[in-house]
């Protein structure tokens, strides 16, 4: 039992602990009086709250490595940029081309700033995370921006990654091991990407996070840091194909990889997972097990079959076994079986096979111990070992292609395994998302349980070889194969589904990351000519659509993405509902008052504008009027 602390409250324990829960990676442990204890590191702190680089001197323990301050600036960093709806890509629920009716998001562009523009609409609100980030293993390019591993001039090139058509513009270099900055390049890509990806969790969420021996330390090490050491739950052992160059050699100067591992953490280091079960190759027969353990509970130690044991105890409560021993001579009149002869487990087997229901039964065996049954079981508890499941292969998606067009994926049923973990409507995050192995396995689950998962996909548009299959069969980049793969998936989801297909999302709303839509403006007050100010009334870069703007409202207001968006015709102008009237908004040019009365009468929560939209004066002065006299309450915003 807990002891009374049996002194006033402690402010400043108090005090570290709000801290620490806003930015755990800020606690650290100092000696006070020869013990550890914890405390501030205030200069993580002041990283924290400041814009610029922060520097520090005092020695003590931490994790950490050259440019670390600048990764947690990147991470800190506000970007303008947006998100553009691309509707020729997109998938529609029942699998029509073109429709944007899905709540799935499939998102191209640097994850690190897809994951900012996700932060505010959603907060809190991610059940899983899973990613399978480069291992850093020495041949991989770093494709996502590092600016730390670049002088100026590259990285200024390299921020032009992809042409229009979304080529790789720019040569990466492959981040090999005589690179001195073999970790550090690496910890500054994946160390803001967590940061930013740790505010999307629910309170009960987790992430899944793959890798090789190559960063495992370094990963759990800033994982502990990221989202706090006590949320840490599992190591977790996964089989992959074994593939050994060195297999020719007589001798090697190391074994070959046969496994991989998944990192697992929780938001909340008080959430409790579900009850996992594993399923087994073949159903395991009927047992009879030892009844008494070697744990300690006096509580638990009472008569049976004449025997009370002076330590250890029994498994189950007094009553229980008691219950269960009336069960077992129950078994044996019911199966015409003598009290002190031998009862085969077949036997057994066959009678609780009929009950329909799980029964404790209990039994002096012929040695005279306390045995209890363990029924017949196609499912253990699933632990840290994940050794019966393949972590990756090509034949998957191979075959669902019909051709070579990855090397290796990593395999559906090993994400199903990982999707157990939440409930059936949790919203997923994949933002290294590759062949969109993670999206195929959520629409498959859903049709095999009913759930109503739904998906956000994040992929750099990484241009495929031109030399290898996947180019060669019209595939520029691997967003294009995580694209067709969720058709091609779905389209045979659907097939095999037939009538349970009528509820199943099988698309996808398909976005690109951009720069903002609003044009840049930098002039000084007295440069600025009559011609000039007239060019500054329409603040919207030409190119951009209503559809662009209305992404780039939702993500300002917070909206799901994935939210309902009809298009209707208010008094001869186009307005966007968005989730049954929560949202209205009208991007056209000379909005009459007549269009935005029929929009206050409506009474939205949000009414969205272009600045230059009203028609004239008139309706500009009329504006706010309107809505004060037919919805007050409606919040007014113009672009």
């Known amino acids: 039992m807990d002891k009374l602390k049996m002194h006033s409250r402690d402010n400043v324990a108090q005090n570290i602990e709000a801290v620490g829960r806003l930015f755990p990676h800020a606690l650290t442990e100092v000696m006070r009086d020869g013990k550890a204890v914890q405390a501030i590191d205030f200069d993580v702190l002041r990283q924290e709250l400041s814009r610029e680089i922060v520097e520090g001197r005092e020695e003590r323990y931490a994790f950490t490595w050259p440019d670390k301050r600048q990764a947690i600036l990147a991470a800190n960093a506000p970007i303008a940029m947006t998100l553009r709806p691309v509707m020729a890509d997109s998938v529609g629920r029942d699998g029509t081309a073109g429709a944007f009716d899905s709540e799935n998001l499939y998102i191209e562009g640097d994850n690190l700033d897809v994951l900012k ?312 995050l994949d933002f290294f998302s590759g062949s969109a192995t993670t999206a195929h396995a959520v629409m498959q689950l859903n049709a095999e349980d009913g759930g109503h998962r739904k998906f956000i996909m994040v992929q750099l548009p990484e241009a495929t070889d031109e030399g290898g299959t996947a180019y060669r069969a019209g595939y520029r980049n691997i967003c294009e194969i995580g694209k067709e793969r969720i058709r091609r998936a779905g389209a045979k989801i659907a097939a095999a589904a037939c009538e349970k297909a009528a509820g199943l999302d099988l698309g996808f709303r398909c976005l690109r990351l951009d720069t903002s839509n609003m044009t840049d403006v930098y002039y000084a007050p007295d440069a600025v000519t009559q011609d000039g100010l007239f060019a500054q009334v329409d603040n919207v870069k030409a190119d951009r659509t209503p559809e662009d703007l209305l992404v780039q409202t939702m993500l300002d207001l917070g909206i799901l993405l994935s939210a309902s968006i009809t298009v209707e015709e208010i008094a001869g102008k186009r307005v966007f509902n968005v989730a049954d009237g929560f949202l209205l908004a009208c991007f056209d040019r000379a909005v009459t008052d007549e269009t935005v009365t029929a929009i206050a009468k409506r009474k939205p929560s949000y009414a969205v504008f272009r600045d230059a939209s009203m028609a004239d004066d008139s309706a500009l002065t009329n504006f706010d009027q309107l809505f004060a006299a037919y919805s007050p309450a409606t919040v007014r915003k113009v672009l």
């Open 117 to 428: 523009l996700l932060q505010e609409t959603y907060l809190g609100k991610v059940k899983m995370i899973y990613i399978d980030p480069p291992y850093n293993t020495g041949n991989d390019a770093f494709v996502y921006d590092d600016a730390f591993a670049m002088a100026d001039g590259e990285f200024v090139a390299a921020s032009m990654v992809y042409d229009e058509y979304g080529n790789q513009t720019y040569d990466f270099r492959a981040n090999n091991e005589s690179n001195g900055r073999f970790h550090t390049d690496w910890l500054n890509m994946i160390y803001p990407r967590l940061r930013v990806a740790k505010s999307l969790l629910a309170d009960d969420g987790i992430i899944f996070i793959s890798i090789g021996d190559e960063e495992l330390d370094n990963l759990r090490k800033v994982c502990d840091e990221v989202f706090g050491e006590a949320n840490f739950r599992n190591q977790i052992t996964i089989r992959r194909g074994a593939k050994s160059l060195q297999a020719q050699f007589e001798s090697w100067d190391k074994l070959g990889q046969g496994v991989e591992y998944i990192l697992l953490y929780t938001r909340n280091s008080e959430y409790r997972f579900p009850k996992q079960m594993r399923a087994l190759d073949e159903k395991r027969a009927g047992a009879w097990n030892n009844h008494w353990r070697g744990t300690d509970r006096p509580t638990m130690r009472y008569e049976l079959f004449g025997h009370t044991p002076e330590q250890g105890q029994w498994r189950w409560s007094k009553e229980r076994s008691y219950q269960a021993i009336k069960n077992y001579q129950r078994m044996l009149a019911e199966t015409g079986q003598e009290e002190n002869v031998p009862v085969t487990t077949e036997i057994v087997d066959e009678w609780y096979a009929k009950q329909g229901e799980d029964i404790d039964l209990l039994r002096q065996s012929a040695t005279g111990k306390a045995e209890h049954y363990i029924a017949p079981t196609d499912s253990v508890v699933l632990n840290n070992s994940w050794m019966d499941l393949l972590v990756g292969s090509s034949h998957e998606i191979n075959q669902l292609f019909d051709t070579k067009v990855f090397e290796t994926a990593k395999l559906t049923e090993t994400i199903k395994r990982m999707l157990g973990f939440v409930d059936k409507d949790a919203l997923i």
